[in-house]
Nanobody, 117 residues
Framework: QVHLQESGGGAVQAGGSLKLSCVAS????????MAWFRQAPGKERERVAR???????DYADSVKGRFTISKDNAANTLYLQMNGLKPEDTAMYYC???????????WGQGTQVTVSS
């Protein structure tokens, strides 16, 4: 079992920045992929960004050029640097890990991001 705990959410104005963190309780080599998802009220969950164990990354088109996913393996921590925030980025943000980048075994409880115009 891997427990994930997100932090760093908050309320900012459009154009602002936030950095989300996700600390994993332990490292598991079977977890090949870590990702950030978000879900806004009334909308489907969306994968924002993912990073593989080897370090390669993918981003949703809606956040490309504004968000950066990274990880600190020594600290078992996943990050999401969010710049140029827009009101449409408002959502609950979740981190997740998976044995592949298509199925995620473990999820955090989420951290709320609210962007005002």
């Amino acid at each position: 079992q891997v427990h994930l705990q997100e932090s760093g959410g908050g309320a900012v104005q459009a154009g602002g920045s936030l950095k989300l963190s996700c600390v994993a309780s332990r490292h598991d080599d079977r977890e090949q992929c870590m990702a950030w998802f978000r879900q806004a009220p009334g909308k489907e969950r969306e994968r924002v960004a993912r990073i593989r164990l080897v370090g390669s990354t993918d981003y949703a088109d809606s956040v490309k050029g504004r968000f950066t996913i990274s990880k600190d393996n020594a600290a078992n921590t996943l990050y999401l640097q969010m710049n140029g925030l827009k009101p449409e980025d408002t959502a609950m943000y979740y981190c997740a890990t998976g044995g592949t980048c298509y199925y995620y075994n473990y999820w955090g409880q989420g951290t709320q991001v609210t962007v005002s115009s």
